[in-house]
């Protein structure tokens, strides 16, 4: 358990990116040198200016599932909102639900398009088993959930609405393994105009799997009033003993190692620990030995959650409270659809 106070600070609403720039890559760079303290103002698309050949990027091709179904009761009309969180056999999910109160053990919920859902059962005060079915038509049930279900952006963008445009906004160009309920923000900013000038000057990349879960939408929970926190909840992963060698190798010659995201660093730090594949619970904070990481670019997150705390075990408190205050007093734009900071 954590026994810390976490940095936190006031981020007025307006400086809460409701939509990503365009081009991805025109976003705003924050430069941070850990070993001087010097901060650089600079665009994303500069990234290259900043990174050497042979430093290798690590990104996370997990890909957001548009799992925020909108439909109603059947039996009353009343309006039902459900997340997918988990696959829990062929046709039945963990779900969040909302108003999880009002749903009744073995009634039945409409989601257009014929998408039809029953309630299995409460699982706790937050979530709720369903299974689902269609309706007519030939589409399959995946085809169907992925036709009407919307993209999960957080509530502070645009109060949780998305439309047409977050299916491409809210996801990376490379993105491959479906199972997220939120995207691994840091890697939105990244085109294929800039990978090539990254491929350009010797920069490597290699990708692995983390799929991204509630933790972004959820602030740290206390346990008591002595400062402990709970762990984020678990998240499935996927990294190859390849690619660990790869880092460790690459470390011994003294290449730099750049997570692409907190969800990177994440899986990478759990695949070195021993956690190749399955379901992490790792959980860093300051005061935490990073095992492979030299560098990290991260968006500006959230007050009080955990990745703020994670970018703090590797920036320190004095910088980190420097750097988002250069951030604000600067005019850039936070959170998923926000400008990004590099570290190094």
Same mark, same amino acid.
């Given at each position: 358990?954590?026994?810390?106070?976490?940095?936190?600070?006031?981020?007025?609403?307006?400086r809460i990116a409701q939509r990503p720039v365009h081009p991805y890559?025109?976003?705003?760079?924050?430069?941070?040198?850990?070993?001087?303290?010097?901060?650089?103002?600079?665009?994303?698309?500069?990234?290259?200016?900043?990174?050497?050949?042979?430093?290798?990027?690590?990104?996370?091709?997990?890909?957001?599932?548009?799992?925020?179904?909108?439909?109603?009761?059947? %039996?009353?009309?009343? +309006?039902?909102? #459900?997340? !997918?969180?988990? /696959?829990?056999?062929?046709?039945?999910?963990?779900?969040? @639900? =909302?108003?999880?109160?009002?749903?009744?053990?073995?009634?039945?919920?409409?989601?257009?398009?014929?998408?039809?859902?029953?309630?299995?059962?409460?699982?706790?005060?937050?979530?709720?088993?369903?299974?689902?079915?269609?309706?007519?038509?030939?589409?399959?049930?995946?085809?169907?959930?992925?036709?009407?279900?919307?993209?999960?952006?957080?509530?502070?963008?645009?109060?949780?609405?998305?439309?047409?445009?977050?299916?491409?906004?809210?996801?990376?160009?490379?993105?491959?393994?479906?199972?997220?309920?939120?995207?691994?923000?840091?890697?939105?900013?990244?085109?294929?105009?800039?990978?090539?000038?990254?491929?350009?000057?010797?920069?490597?990349?290699?990708?692995?799997?983390? %799929?991204?879960?509630? +933790?972004?939408? #959820?602030? !740290?929970?206390? /346990?008591?009033?002595?400062?402990?926190?709970?762990?984020? @909840? =678990?998240?499935?992963?996927?990294?190859?003993?390849?690619?660990?060698?790869?880092?460790?190798?690459?470390?011994?010659?003294?290449?730099?190692?750049?997570?692409?995201?907190?969800?990177?660093?994440?899986?990478?730090?759990?695949?070195?620990?021993?956690?190749?594949?399955?379901?992490?619970?790792?959980?860093?904070?300051?005061?935490?030995?990073?095992?492979?990481?030299?560098?990290?670019?991260?968006?500006?997150?959230?007050?009080?959650?955990?990745?703020?705390?994670?970018?703090?075990?590797?920036?320190?408190?004095?910088?980190?409270?420097?750097?988002?205050?250069?951030?604000?007093?600067?005019?850039?734009r936070f959170l998923s659809y926000g400008d990004a900071m590099l570290?190094?």
């Open positions: 358990m954590l026994k810390t106070v976490p940095f936190s600070y006031e981020l007025p609403r307006a890559d025109a976003a705003k760079l924050l430069v941070i040198e850990r070993a001087t303290g010097v901060l650089h103002d600079a665009v994303f698309s500069e990234l290259p200016t900043y990174l050497h050949r042979g430093d290798l990027l690590l990104l996370n091709n997990t890909k957001v599932t548009p799992a925020r179904l909108c439909g109603a009761r059947k %039996h009353t009309q009343g +309006a039902v909102e #459900l997340l !997918l969180l988990e /696959q829990q056999g062929e046709d039945t999910w963990l779900c969040l @639900g =909302k108003p999880l109160k009002k749903l009744k053990t073995g009634e039945g919920l409409s989601f257009g398009h014929g998408l039809c859902a029953h309630v299995n059962e409460r699982v706790d005060e937050q979530k709720v088993s369903v299974t689902f079915s269609v309706e007519g038509g030939d589409s399959s049930l995946h085809e169907r959930m992925l036709e009407v279900g919307m993209m999960p952006i957080p509530p502070y963008i645009r109060d949780g609405q998305a439309d047409e445009q977050d299916r491409e906004d809210y996801q990376t160009s490379f993105a491959a393994i479906e199972g997220s309920v939120a995207a691994p923000t840091a890697s939105l900013h990244f085109t294929p105009q800039l990978f090539e000038a990254l491929d350009g000057i010797g920069v490597e990349r290699e990708m692995l799997t983390l %799929h991204v879960g509630t +933790a972004s939408f #959820l602030t !740290l929970q206390r /346990q008591d009033e002595d400062h402990e926190y709970e762990p984020p @909840g =678990k998240e499935r992963l996927s990294v190859s003993a390849a690619l660990c060698e790869k880092v460790k190798d690459y470390r011994a010659q003294g290449k730099r190692i750049i997570p692409v995201g907190t969800t990177s660093t994440r899986a990478l730090e759990s695949a070195l620990s021993g956690c190749l594949d399955g379901a992490t619970d790792l959980f860093i904070t300051p005061g935490y030995e990073f095992l492979g990481v030299d560098g990290l670019i991260t968006n500006f997150h959230q007050p009080g959650t955990t990745h703020l705390l994670l970018v703090e075990a590797l920036l320190g408190r004095e910088l980190l409270e420097r750097a988002y205050r250069h951030a604000l007093e600067n005019d850039y570290i190094l």
